[in-house]
Each structure stands twice: as structure tokens, then as C-alpha cells.
């Protein structure tokens, strides 16, 4: 069965600090990675990734993933409040047609 | 461009009440059609995907069900709520392609009481 976990499920940040967020997965035949942010409702669409070491970067978020150890991170650097949001990573495989998700880093940014 | 509409945004349902709710796409033609619910703390689980007018599959199963009557409808319908309905109901499509992304309606809270 595919697996997609994510880590921390829930992260604490002051303003201005560099955060990491992590998953894993376990699927078969991988073909690509997604990370979603979702404030209140809808996820709005973040990167996607398909090869490996090959950064993803968008003003301060930058993603990259690592097919060899079954992961991907998500950067945020200089957070702001506007940052907090549950952070969704979603895999798609051959095995399905809808993405897998994982449960979501939620995380909350102070000022 | 393309857009998809979701509704109602919020419902408050009794339990054994029915259930109906619908999501539409514009801009497109032939997309992936899904309902996920997310559950409180949770990530999305996918309840149902389409891949054309008439063709259903369930992944979990449940007292829900869903149709696609038209290219660009699907609808979740239930005959009878449980308690354990309540969450947050997403529609999303895709291209239907290999690497593409999920594009997500705005949600239904839906609370059984």
C-alpha cells in the first residue's frame, strides 16, 4: 500500500526563522511529488517534482527531492505570519490515478 | 483558463438526513474528477476519482456515493448522514496526464448533527 508521511505534524515559528519540512514516501512506481499550502480552504498548488536533486525554488520556498532516500524537503527562509498554513505533500504513482496524501505540517508563524 | 465551483460552502445536515453536494469545472474538457475528505488534524483521504461521465471508483467504503452525469460534474450524494460524515469535503481535478497537478475546489464543511 503507497505511504506518505509527513514531519513535524506541527511546527511552532517566530518571524524572520528558516523552517524544513520533511516527507517520505513509500509508493510504487513513483512519478512525481507535490507540495500543497492550504490556509483555510483550497490547496493551492506549490511545486512539483519528478527528478532528483533538482531544486524547485518560488521567491522564499524552494523544494528538492531525493528519489534515492525516498524524500523530499520544503524550505521556507525568512518566514512571515502570512506563511502559516497546513504545508500538504502528495505523491502520485502507476498504481493509481489520484494523488496520495500525507497528513500535512501545520504550521503556525508569530510575530 | 480553467476554474472548478464547489457548493454549498458550508451545510449543517441531521444525522439520517440525505446528502448532495456538487462540483462543476469550466475550461476544460475530459478532466480527472475527485472528492477527498479531510478530516480535522488529517490529511486527504480520497474517497472517489472519475475518470469519464459514468465511471466510478470508490476507494473507501462508506455509506457515500458519487455520479458524473455530465463531462464536467461529479456530485457526492449520501441517503442517509452519520455523525462520522462530518469533515471537510474537497473536489479536485486534473488533466489526466502523468505529472500533473491536483486543482482543488474551495471545500464543504459539513456538519452532522
Redesign the interface.
Known amino acids: 500500500e503507497d505511504k506518505v508521511v509527513q514531519s513535524p505534524l506541527s511546527l511552532v515559528v517566530h518571524e524572520g526563522d528558516t523552517v524544513t519540512l520533511n516527507c517520505s514516501y513509500e509508493v510504487t512506481n513513483f512519478r512525481s511529488l507535490l507540495w500543497y499550502k492550504q490556509e483555510k480552504k483550497a490547496p493551492t498548488f506549490l511545486f512539483m517534482l519528478t527528478s532528483s536533486g533538482i531544486e524547485k525554488k518560488s521567491g522564499r520556498l524552494s523544494s528538492i527531492l531525493d528519489k534515492k532516500e525516498l524524500s523530499s524537503i520544503l524550505n521556507i527562509t525568512a518566514t512571515q505570519t502570512g506563511d502559516s498554513a497546513i504545508y500538504l505533500c502528495a505523491v502520485e504513482s502507476d498504481s493509481g490515478y489520484a494523488l496520495n496524501f500525507g497528513k500535512g505540517t501545520s504550521l503556525l508563524v508569530t510575530p | 483558463s480553467q476554474t472548478i465551483h464547489q457548493w454549498p460552502a458550508t451545510l449543517v445536515q441531521p444525522v439520517g438526513s440525505p446528502l448532495s453536494l456538487e462540483c462543476t469545472v469550466e475550461g476544460t474538457s475530459n478532466p480527472?474528477l475527485?472528492w477527498?475528505r479531510q478530516a480535522a488534524?488529517?490529511?486527504?483521504?480520497?474517497l472517489f476519482?472519475s475518470?469519464g461521465i459514468g465511471q466510478i471508483?470508490s476507494?473507501v467504503p462508506q455509506n457515500l456515493s458519487a455520479s458524473r452525469p455530465q463531462d464536467r460534474q461529479f456530485i457526492l450524494s449520501s441517503k442517509k448522514l452519520l455523525l462520522s460524515d462530518s469533515g471537510f469535503y474537497?473536489c479536485a481535478w486534473t488533466r489526466?496526464t502523468?505529472?500533473t497537478?491536483?486543482?482543488?475546489?474551495?471545500?464543504t464543511r459539513l456538519t452532522v448533527v
Open positions: 480527472n475527485y477527498y488534524g488529517r490529511g486527504l483521504q480520497l476519482y475518470v471508483s476507494e474537497l489526466g502523468a505529472n497537478e491536483a486543482f482543488f475546489g474551495q471545500g
